[in-house]
Every structure is written in structure tokens, then in C-alpha cells.
């Protein structure tokens, strides 16, 4: 039902059902918030989106209040811009005091807020917070000292991702977020994905930042530095260059690269192509014996450690094969290295990723032979984005180029595996060309391109009639692991990405994106897909060139290093 309700003096239609600052926002008025979240159960903790409602003696929070038919609502009065400010005198009482050494220094909700609101001095006295920061995660820091309560990541790591890793501890003046039993993040059941530091409004959750170790490495003279890119950084990236939203900058990317003195630029998705052949081909063995089916994508390290912590009697349904990721790190280390004659140890090699897991799975120890670690070190998008400003350089003057043979020729079917859906989409074109011989005439699947957060597709291939899900936001696969461990069985192929969208939307991509900007990511890769020629992994020639070079012994060897083993963790609860 529709009604009218006064706002700042202004009639305004309103909906029964919405919330007062739903109402407001639909009408183009802003209400600052902190702890709100679009999606979320709306807490009113913070109070920072108080109005003022003539009749009421106490203002309300618009976040939690219904919109009711009478009301007539002030969103600026002076005595909301008081509280408003006094709320924010408060946060920033026991908040340290250095913005300009902070990784959110000028993408600060809290910095933000003291600017709109004119808080020029301190009033109220200082109180100091004795919390410790936690650099133990090789993925995520977590800085009590600037956690402003406001829940964000609670709710994230609860509603969205479903393992409740960070939650409130502790009462009053002495409450603090962490994972259970104050643990560190490393010993936690933490599992990457950094979701909660892309909601978090100051600097209190943020990515371990690995920049001056490749800086390091790009200054010695005694090291060849590699860089590898994966296929969602290049439509992110423009957004931290407030370059038009889902622009395409892989070639900008690559040319950008070589100026900073990186002596090879590789495209991740090139073995984005040699992980989907892999997994087609243990698909259809698994297919042809009937079993550890359904067979799950295991190229979202924090998928994984999810399921070796969580479930580990479905280990054997992981697709044994390593991540795209690995897979490059793997073949850089080893097979590139012996073709260019330069020793495995003299090669630094970094990977370019949207996401936070990734720099733990570098890390995991299966990654590392005789002491060489197949990825040294992994940056997010952001990180990156930051390291081109740190060298200076105007990613608008750079030409587009082309990455480096001989992995740089993939797939559109490689390119679109950081969409939700997306890996299925992809690995279904191969395998149906295995199992019949034949290509696919059409190669969308428009059940498996949409905001959906499960996906189900099905399809008759040969003999075998196939179910296939994509899952995307850890949250949602509880419910179908239970399904399947109730005997479900008409699904044979299950895509979990822990992040909500995937890739486009990991915890490692640029900070304060709306749904709208994921959008615009997805679509550019769908756009890539529709224009290319070449639109299935079987048909990158230049895989074909590599798998040739190997046969007898060195051929097991060489196809060992794409797959990998899980082990059972113990989570602390
Ligand atoms: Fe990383 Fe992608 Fe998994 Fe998110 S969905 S944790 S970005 S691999």
C-alpha cells in the first residue's frame, strides 16, 4: 500500500512494509549510516541514522523504524545533527588518531562522517584501548584498536558466509570483535575469504599488504620477477582509477607491468583453461565408474578450507586439481624455468588476485617443493592499484599490450570462471565435446547468468543425464550439503565460490562497490565471451603446444603437478 508522508517539509510517497530510511533513499534523501547494511537484518546499533519524528519525544533509528502513514519526519534538524555528531565525538574518542599511516586513509566511513559532520576538535576525553592487532592471518589484519562495534563483519561472516568466525566478546566498555575465545586469526576458523573486510567501515579489518616484498624483488638485480593475472583484476581495476566502472584494462594492465620492471607478465587464465580440461577429464572418469559424484570445484581456497574443516568426509569429492593459480605458479616455477634455463630459486613469481584467500592458499604447504613455493607472493586488486601509484605511473598513458608467450593465448570459456556460474558454464562446453566428440553449437547457458545465489542446470549429454549447481556465498551450500548427505544424488557437478557473485565481488577487489558495480564486472567478461572466437578451453592451442612437449615418465610428472591433496583441520568452536 502506498501512502504520502512529510519529510523535511516535502510530501513523499512511502510503502508500507519499508523501513523509514528505505522510504528515504528511494526518495533521493540521504541518511548517513554505519552499522546498516543493505540486505541485512537492520540492528539500529549504531544510531547514526537517527531522525526526528514530530510527536516522538525520542529520535528513532530510520534503519529499524517502519514508515508509518501520519509521519512527519525531520532528517536534518539540528537536534539530529547533534546526536549525529555526538555519536561520532564518541567513536572517535577511542579511536587512534593516524589517519595518514591508515590502509583507509580517505576511504574511511568513520573519517567521512567527522568531515560531512564538521567535527573539527575533540571534545570528549581520549580513552585508549589496550587491544593487541592480530598480523597472524597471512590474509587478513585485524586492528581492534579501530573497531568501531558496528557489527558489519559479524553479520557478514554469520548471515553471508555461514561459519561465524568473528563475533562480539566481552561486556560493556571492555567489548571487543574476534574469533572465538579471542583466538588469533590463524588458529581461528577463519577461512580467507575477506568478506568482512570489504564491509568494514574503517581499518580495523584489512588485507596483509605484501607490496614491499615485491617492491624488494623488482629492485634485485639477482631475482626474475613474474607476474601472473587473473582474469576478474583487469575489470576491477579502473575503478580504483575512477576510469569508467567494468572497463576492460587487461592489456593496459600488461604494458603498466612491464614499466614497473616485471621481467614476464602471464595470464592466470591460461590455466584457467588447463584446470578445466583436468577437470573435465576426472568428471567423466568419475561419471563412467559412478562415483565421488557430485564432484566439487575446488579452485576457492576458501571453499576448501571450509570443507576441511567443516566437512572432510567429503574431501574425496573435491576435484583434485590445483587452482589456476597454482597451476601457473606451478608452471612457471618448473616447466617455464627449464625452458628459459633460469633456476627455479631466482624466480619471484606474484599473482594478481581479487581475493584474500588466495594469499593462504600460496602459503598452503602442499604449494611448496624442496623449499620453492610455487606462488611467493599474492596482491589483491587493490593492491596493486596501489603499487601503480606508489611507482608514479598514469595507467591512462599506458598502450595496450600483449602478455607474455607462452601463457597468454586462453579461452573466453577460462575468462568468464570468475563469474557466478561462471565455471560451470565453462567446463560444461568441454566436457560436452569429451563425451560426444562434438562441439556445442550453443555455448550460453542463460539459467547459469543471473543474481541468483544457487544455480541449477540440467542437460542430457550421451548417456548420462546431468545436474550441475553453482553456488556463490559460502552461506548458501549448507543447506545442499545437507541434502546431499541426505541422499540427494541427481547433481553431479557442484561450482562453490565462497564470495556472493564470485571473483568479480572477492574480498580482494576495490572497497565501497555497489551491486551495481558487479554487475558492470560481470557483464564486461559476458561481453568478452560473446565477441571471441575462441569460447572453449579445447580450443587453446596453445595447451594443446604445451601437453605435447611431454610423454612417457615425464608426462605423469609433468600432469602431477596440476592436482593437489586436502587435509582435515581441527576447528576451534
Ligand atoms: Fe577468492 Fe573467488 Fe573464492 Fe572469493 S570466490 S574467496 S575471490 S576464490
Redesign the pocket.
Known sequence: MIFNIEVNNKIIKAKRGDSILETLRRNGISVPTLCYMEGFTPTGACRMCVVEIEGKNELVPSCSHPVEEWMKIHTHSPRVINARRTIVELLLSSHPDDCLYCIRNKNCELQNLAEELGIRERRLPVVKKTVKKDPSSVSIVRDTDKCILCGRCVRVCKELIGISTLDFIGKGMKTIVAPTFNNRLNVSNCI???QCLMVCPTGALHERDNISQVQEALQNPEKYVTVQISPTVSVSLAEEFNIRTGKEMDGILVATLRRMGFDKVFKTAFAADIMLLQMVDELADRLANNERLPMFSS?????VKFMEEYHPDLLPHLSVCK?PQQIMGSLIKHHFAREQKVKAEKIFSVSL??????KFEAHREEFTTKGISDVDVVLTTREIARMIKLYGLDIQQSAPEMADMPFTIRSSAAKIT?TGGGIVEALYRSLYYKLTGKSLVNFKIASLRNNKNIKEFTTKIGKYKLGFAAV?GLGNLHELIKQIKAGRNDLQFIEV???PG??VN???QPIGHSREVVKARTKTLYDIDEKESIKVSYRNLSVTELFGKYSGKEKDSFFEKFTTTYQKREVPL
Do not use: V, W
Open positions: 580467507n575469504c575477506g579452485d576457492c581456497p576458501a571453499f587452482s588476485e581479487p581475493c584474500t584467500a588466495k570468475g556463490n565460490m565462497a564470495c564470485s571473483c572477492g574480498g580482494g
